[in-house]
């Protein structure tokens, strides 16, 4: 599994500690465009889903911010308590359901923590020249991260203490046909967004807290390959794909870190735990095939058509 | 330019026709000379080595694209065309196409084509063969290797019938004009402006299939992952990048198995081995010899220092040459493990049409193993030199069917 470690945990608002992760040996991360998140598998046990709120440009680091939910699961809370400089984390990813559609024009909402992806995306936005602009909603200002990083002339801020719900209706004015909406907050202040802006023009990204479809675990497990009868046991420390390899296995891969697909294989029996940046949703929850480059198995045994 | 005194330099044109139809010496002396060498010839930096190549490849952020990936430097110089908003881009511009055309190009996007192709492959070779059960003499450039990406591809885009022949020479002509100016691309620029009008008229969403990538890609803008001003420039990339390297990928693989009857042999008996059987010969062949990176800052590599602005050469065909990282790699082996080549580029422009290209090789391949026992040369085969491709003009085969 891959593994990240923690390079430094800041305070950047109330409630508010963003991660800088990095690959032990200070290499080169998988790339990623704005929008995306990462799988972050937590000491606790747990799986959680981050935006990636850092510099593209620096290939050796990711950002992450995380709020404290008392009400969460725990996983934000292990984030906030327990995770220290040093620690390590597992990865998942990056993968973007929320990338950044080219337009000429880009409006942004942002509530709360829901800044996070569209950082990078208003850092492209400047690089492509496009026109954008930020409303930025918070409980208090203190709560609101990353305001220092924000263009101030590009941007309003809207602590609710001070200045009430979000004005979206004014800010936003007449959505035309060249620019693009981008709001990722509470699923309220979606709703309201979404009642303002034609759907076409409107792009989102909602909080959840639906858990990582498979579960992740350290413990070996058995890969069957079902053309050459042979069975192969894979542990912590190698890819499924190196694994086959050593076995004598045929296998064709390039990248080896689950964004070109080369080393797609079907799967015929077992729960595949995806860690690719290929396969979309339906097609991982399909079960039929995987990239054994990256991706491991959620269940004690899969069969492979190899 | 100045360099440091530490940097290797050579005078040996690489864009002579002596290299470009014969380039492993020169590319084993670049290799030999140290991880990047100055190539006085033109004034620009040259990497060979395997480890060096692909590190740069992955490292978009200090080898830039969007100064172009030929020797041609766009922040000086105008381009020939409006410039690949794929190849010659860099992020964020480059994201969302990139990310459109990785989803129409995906393994499994391709599923719906996979029948259809395979009895295409089926019923080209049997007309070759025909019904007399003797052995029959093809060119394996033109009868195959052109002919069948030619059958398949062009309906696969959605493109008009009429005026396919102009698909060959524009690629020939753009992977030309990638190198300096020199005959070749003086040769080639007489015609281009027709080829490259037609190829852009193909690109219009009114002069697309209703169903194929091209109606894939006009889809996407409709969603808004493109723009409409985006839409026909993709579609042009397929043009440009979808058909000659396929069709010298081909090449290279028929002329390897032509060349090596063991491998041939094993390609028939041991289905595990079809898996690698193309990339191996992309990597034995290289047809994609070289991209150009533009150094975006100061870039340290061994003892020299590549200057911002530079222009370097990524020796791809030398990187799959290189025994630093491939054992015996002049030999062409279905039992090597190919997987890590840069034959098709490496990191966030690496060839996103792969899997369009392996899918054409495996049914052109397995239709072939299915109906010929043999396959041999039966003649000289013919270089054709090219600034950026390694390519077969011509190559003399005999089929004995089984």
């Known amino acids: 599994m891959t593994s990240l470690v923690v390079t430094a945990k800041d305070v950047v608002a109330d409630g508010v500690v963003a991660l800088t992760l990095a690959r032990p040996d200070g290499g080169r991360l998988p790339d990623w465009t704005p929008g995306a998140h990462v799988d972050l598998t937590l000491d606790s046990g747990a799986t959680r889903q981050y935006s990636l709120c850092g510099d593209r440009w620096d290939p050796s680091s990711y950002r992450v911010a995380v709020l404290r939910e008392p009400d969460g699961r725990g ?43 569209l950082l990078p ?41 001070e200045r009430g719900l979000l004005p979206l ?31 076409a023009r409107l792009r989102t990204e909602r909080f959840t807290t639906t858990e990582v479809a498979a579960p992740v675990r350290d413990e070996p497990f058995t890969v069957e390959l079902a053309r050459s009868g042979t069975t192969l046991t894979v542990d912590a420390s190698v890819s499924v794909l190196e694994a086959m390899r050593r076995a004598g296995a045929t296998t064709l891969s390039s990248c080896e870190r689950g964004t070109c697909g080369t080393c797609e294989t079907t799967v015929l029996a077992g729960v595949p735990d995806h860690r690719d940046q290929v396969l979309a949703d339906h097609e991982r929850a399909a079960g039929d095939c995987m990239l054994p480059c990256v991706s491991r198995a959620a269940s004690d045994h899969l069969v492979l058509d190899l | 330019m100045t360099t440091s005194s530490t940097t290797p330099v050579t005078h040996v044109d690489p864009f002579s026709v002596e290299v470009l139809t014969d380039p492993l010496p020169f590319q084993a002396a670049l290799r030999d000379a140290g991880p990047v060498q100055y190539l006085a010839a033109h004034d620009l930096y040259a990497m060979g080595r395997y480890a060096e190549v692909r590190a740069a490849l992955t490292d978009w952020q200090r080898f830039c694209s969007s100064a172009g990936v030929g020797l041609s430097n766009f922040r000086r110089e105008k381009p020939w065309r409006p410039p690949s908003l794929l190849l010659e881009a860099d992020p964020p511009h480059h994201d969302a196409p990139r990310r459109v055309l990785s989803a129409i190009l ?7 084509w996979r029948d259809q192709w395979f009895a295409a492959a089926v019923e080209h070779v049997d007309a070759l063969l025909g019904t007399g059960g003797r052995p029959v003499e093809v060119d394996g450039m033109t009868a ?24 060959l020479p524009y690629g020939e002509y753009l992977f030309n004009a990638f190198g300096p100016h020199n005959e070749l691309v003086a040769a080639g620029a007489v015609h281009a402006g027709e080829h490259a009008a037609w190829v852009n008229a193909q690109c219009a969403r009114e002069t697309l299939a209703d169903e194929g990538f091209g ?35 081909l090449g290279w693989v028929l002329h390897g198995l032509a060349t090596h009857p063991d491998q041939w042999a094993h390609y028939r008996s041991e289905p595990s081995r079809r898996r690698v059987c193309f990339d191996e010969a992309v990597r034995w062949g290289s047809p994609v010899q070289t991209f150009f990176r533009t150094a975006e800052v100061d870039v340290p590599i061994g003892d020299t220092v590549v200057p911002e602005g530079a222009k370097i050469l990524m020796y791809l065909g030398s990187a799959n040459h290189d025994p630093r990282h ?41 239709a072939l193993a299915d109906q010929v026992e043999r396959i041999e040369p039966a003649g000289d085969p013919v270089r054709r030199a090219n600034n950026s491709m390694r390519e077969w003009a011509s190559l003399p085969l005999r089929l004995h069917p089984r």
């Open chain 1, 75 to 117: 996983g934000s809370q292990y984030v906030h308590d327990v995770l220290r400089p040093g620690d390590t984390v597992g990865l998942g990813g990056p993968r973007n359901h929320f990338p950044l559609a080219p337009a000429p024009r880009y409006r942004f909402v942002a509530g709360g923590i829901g800044v996070t992806p």
């Open chain 1, 121 to 161: 995306m208003i850092a492209a936005a400047e690089v492509l020249g496009a026109d954008h602009a930020l409303l930025y909603g918070g409980r208090r200002r203190a709560s609101m991260a990353f305001l220092d990083e924000l263009p101030a002339d590009r941007t309003t801020v809207v602590p609710q203490d």
């Open chain 1, 169 to 199: 209706a004014s800010w936003l004015g007449t959505v035309d046909e060249g620019t693009v909406v981008y709001a990722c907050g509470p699923g309220p202040l979606l709703d309201a967004v979404a009642a303002l802006v034609p759907a």
């Open chain 2, 106 to 112: 995906g393994p499994r996007a391709l599923r719906r």
């Open chain 2, 144 to 167: 195959l290797a052109e002919a069948f990406p030619l059958r398949v591809f062009p309906d696969a885009v959605g493109i008009a019938r009429e005026g396919r022949e102009h698909l």
């Open chain 2, 215 to 249: 109606a894939d890609i006009w889809a996407a803008a409709d969603r808004g992952d493109l723009t409409a001003e985006q839409a026909p420039l993709v579609v042009r990339s397929l043009l440009s990048a979808g058909v000659d390297t396929t069709v010298h990928g």
């Open chain 2, 326 to 366: 491939w054992d015996e790699p002049a030999r062409f082996d279905l039992h090597r493990d190919p997987s890590g080549h840069v034959g098709f580029g490496f990191g966030l422009h690496q060839c996103v049409g792969q899997h369009v290209a392996r899918l054409e090789a495996d049914a052109l391949l397995a």
